[in-house]
Protein backbone atom coordinates (compact mmCIF):
# COMPACT_ATOMS: atom_id res chain seq x y z
CA UNK A 1 0.00 0.00 0.00
CA UNK A 2 1.74 3.37 -1.00
CA UNK A 3 1.30 6.06 1.82
CA UNK A 4 1.10 9.17 0.40
CA UNK A 5 3.72 12.22 0.08
CA UNK A 6 4.73 13.83 3.23
CA UNK A 7 4.35 17.30 3.58
CA UNK A 8 7.74 18.00 2.64
CA UNK A 9 7.52 21.89 3.51
CA UNK A 10 7.54 20.77 7.64
CA UNK A 11 8.53 17.07 7.08
CA UNK A 12 5.75 15.22 8.51
CA UNK A 13 3.52 12.85 7.43
CA UNK A 14 -0.23 12.86 7.95
CA UNK A 15 -0.76 8.84 7.51
CA UNK A 16 1.93 6.93 9.88
CA UNK A 17 1.55 3.79 11.29
CA UNK A 18 1.54 3.38 14.79
CA UNK A 19 4.37 2.32 16.51
CA UNK A 20 4.49 -0.07 19.39
CA UNK A 21 5.09 1.48 22.65
CA UNK A 22 8.58 1.25 23.81
CA UNK A 23 10.86 1.56 26.84
CA UNK A 24 13.03 4.18 27.80
CA UNK A 25 13.19 7.97 26.36
CA UNK A 26 9.75 8.12 23.45
CA UNK A 27 11.99 8.71 20.46
CA UNK A 28 11.38 8.35 16.54
CA UNK A 29 14.64 6.70 15.96
CA UNK A 30 13.81 4.06 18.44
CA UNK A 31 10.41 3.48 16.80
CA UNK A 32 12.23 3.50 13.25
CA UNK A 33 14.74 0.68 14.45
CA UNK A 34 11.89 -1.15 15.53
CA UNK A 35 11.46 -1.49 11.15
CA UNK A 36 14.92 -0.69 10.32
CA UNK A 37 17.10 -2.05 12.73
CA UNK A 38 17.91 -5.23 11.50
CA UNK A 39 21.08 -5.10 8.78
CA UNK A 40 18.81 -7.85 5.79
CA UNK A 41 15.96 -4.89 6.19
CA UNK A 42 18.55 -1.99 5.39
CA UNK A 43 20.33 -4.04 2.90
CA UNK A 44 16.87 -4.78 1.25
CA UNK A 45 15.74 -0.91 0.78
CA UNK A 46 19.23 -0.53 -0.34
CA UNK A 47 18.64 -2.81 -3.19
CA UNK A 48 15.77 -1.27 -3.91
CA UNK A 49 16.96 1.95 -4.42
CA UNK A 50 19.95 0.45 -6.85
CA UNK A 51 16.98 -0.78 -8.43
CA UNK A 52 16.50 -4.43 -8.23
CA UNK A 53 13.06 -5.51 -7.04
CA UNK A 54 12.65 -8.80 -7.57
CA UNK A 55 13.14 -11.20 -4.47
CA UNK A 56 15.95 -13.39 -6.12
CA UNK A 57 18.12 -9.89 -7.04
CA UNK A 58 17.95 -9.10 -3.12
CA UNK A 59 18.84 -12.30 -2.07
CA UNK A 60 21.98 -12.20 -4.04
CA UNK A 61 23.17 -9.19 -3.31
CA UNK A 62 22.51 -8.64 0.06
CA UNK A 63 23.38 -11.99 0.92
CA UNK A 64 20.47 -12.77 3.34
CA UNK A 65 19.45 -16.26 3.97
CA UNK A 66 15.72 -16.38 2.21
CA UNK A 67 13.45 -16.81 4.79
CA UNK A 68 15.11 -13.69 6.76
CA UNK A 69 14.83 -11.77 3.89
CA UNK A 70 10.90 -12.94 3.39
CA UNK A 71 10.54 -11.70 6.80
CA UNK A 72 12.16 -8.64 6.42
CA UNK A 73 10.33 -7.94 3.21
CA UNK A 74 6.99 -8.86 4.95
CA UNK A 75 7.60 -6.39 8.11
CA UNK A 76 8.60 -3.21 5.66
CA UNK A 77 5.43 -4.18 4.04
CA UNK A 78 3.62 -4.25 7.09
CA UNK A 79 5.38 -0.48 8.42
CA UNK A 80 4.32 0.98 4.44
CA UNK A 81 8.09 1.06 3.41
CA UNK A 82 7.42 -1.60 0.61
CA UNK A 83 4.76 -2.31 -1.54
CA UNK A 84 4.65 -5.62 -3.71
CA UNK A 85 3.34 -5.71 -7.28
CA UNK A 86 2.39 -8.70 -9.02
CA UNK A 87 4.60 -9.22 -12.52
CA UNK A 88 3.67 -12.71 -13.26
CA UNK A 89 0.09 -14.64 -12.49
CA UNK A 90 1.59 -17.71 -13.15
CA UNK A 91 3.22 -18.41 -10.73
CA UNK A 92 1.92 -16.30 -8.49
CA UNK A 93 5.44 -13.68 -8.51
CA UNK A 94 5.99 -10.40 -7.00
CA UNK A 95 8.77 -6.99 -7.27
CA UNK A 96 9.13 -4.95 -4.09
CA UNK A 97 9.17 -1.42 -4.77
CA UNK A 98 9.78 1.66 -2.02
CA UNK A 99 6.63 3.28 -0.88
CA UNK A 100 7.15 7.38 -0.55
CA UNK A 101 7.91 6.06 3.02
CA UNK A 102 10.72 4.02 1.77
CA UNK A 103 11.55 7.09 -0.98
CA UNK A 104 11.90 9.04 2.19
CA UNK A 105 15.02 6.80 3.54
CA UNK A 106 17.23 7.92 0.87
CA UNK A 107 19.06 10.51 3.03
CA UNK A 108 19.50 8.07 5.74
CA UNK A 109 21.15 5.29 3.21
CA UNK A 110 23.28 7.55 1.68
CA UNK A 111 24.47 8.77 5.27
CA UNK A 112 25.51 5.24 5.95
CA UNK A 113 26.98 4.98 2.61
CA UNK A 114 29.01 8.10 3.53
CA UNK A 115 29.80 6.94 7.27
CA UNK A 116 30.83 3.27 5.84
CA UNK A 117 32.94 5.11 3.41
CA UNK A 118 35.00 7.43 5.67
CA UNK A 119 35.32 4.87 8.53
CA UNK A 120 35.33 1.28 7.06
CA UNK A 121 35.98 0.83 3.29
CA UNK A 122 39.44 1.72 2.10
CA UNK A 123 37.52 2.12 -1.58
CA UNK A 124 34.29 2.99 -1.56
CA UNK A 125 32.46 -0.19 -3.83
CA UNK A 126 29.96 2.40 -4.74
CA UNK A 127 29.71 5.54 -5.48
CA UNK A 128 26.16 7.73 -6.00
CA UNK A 129 26.01 10.44 -8.98
CA UNK A 130 24.31 13.29 -9.09
CA UNK A 131 22.59 13.85 -12.59
CA UNK A 132 20.21 17.21 -12.22
CA UNK A 133 17.83 17.04 -14.67
CA UNK A 134 16.93 20.31 -14.39
CA UNK A 135 19.99 21.61 -15.19
CA UNK A 136 21.41 19.67 -18.41
CA UNK A 137 24.44 22.24 -18.58
CA UNK A 138 25.75 20.44 -15.21
CA UNK A 139 27.22 17.60 -16.53
CA UNK A 140 26.91 14.16 -13.80
CA UNK A 141 29.50 14.33 -10.71
CA UNK A 142 29.56 12.20 -7.82
CA UNK A 143 27.35 13.08 -5.08
CA UNK A 144 28.67 15.40 -2.10
CA UNK A 145 25.11 15.58 0.02
CA UNK A 146 24.43 18.43 2.61
CA UNK A 147 22.39 18.72 5.01
CA UNK A 148 20.79 21.83 4.84
CA UNK A 149 17.97 23.63 6.30
CA UNK A 150 14.85 24.36 4.20
CA UNK A 151 13.88 27.42 6.09
CA UNK A 152 17.11 29.70 5.46
CA UNK A 153 18.96 27.70 3.15
CA UNK A 154 22.01 27.44 5.15
CA UNK A 155 23.88 23.99 5.45
CA UNK A 156 23.84 22.78 8.96
CA UNK A 157 26.11 21.49 11.07
CA UNK A 158 26.05 19.10 14.29
CA UNK A 159 26.92 22.85 16.46
CA UNK A 160 23.99 24.23 15.02
CA UNK A 161 21.70 22.34 16.20
CA UNK A 162 19.80 22.42 19.31
CA UNK A 163 17.41 19.86 21.25
CA UNK A 164 13.85 21.01 22.21
CA UNK A 165 11.95 17.77 23.63
CA UNK A 166 8.30 17.84 23.55
CA UNK A 167 7.63 14.56 25.37
CA UNK A 168 5.81 15.28 28.50
CA UNK A 169 7.50 14.04 31.39
CA UNK A 170 10.96 14.16 29.77
CA UNK A 171 13.91 16.80 29.81
CA UNK A 172 17.28 16.22 27.58
CA UNK A 173 18.82 14.56 30.43
CA UNK A 174 16.50 12.04 30.86
CA UNK A 175 12.77 11.43 33.04
CA UNK A 176 12.10 14.99 35.08
CA UNK A 177 12.40 14.68 38.51
CA UNK A 178 9.63 14.47 40.67
CA UNK A 179 8.65 17.78 41.56
CA UNK A 180 9.44 18.15 45.39
CA UNK A 181 7.11 18.78 48.22
Not at 3 to 14: F, K
Not at 142 to 157: F, H, M, N, Q, S
Request: glycine letters at 6%; a neutral charge; one cysteine or more.
Amino acid sequence: MTQPAADRSVGHSTDRHAAAPLPGRPCSIAAALQVLGEKWALLAVRELFYGNHRFDRIVTNTGAPRDRLTARLRALEEAGVVERRAYSERPPRYEYHLTDAGRDLAPLTQALLAWGDRWLSPEPPVVLRHHPADRPEHPDHPLDAAWTCRTCGAEVRNPDVALEIHSPGWERQGPKPPPEG
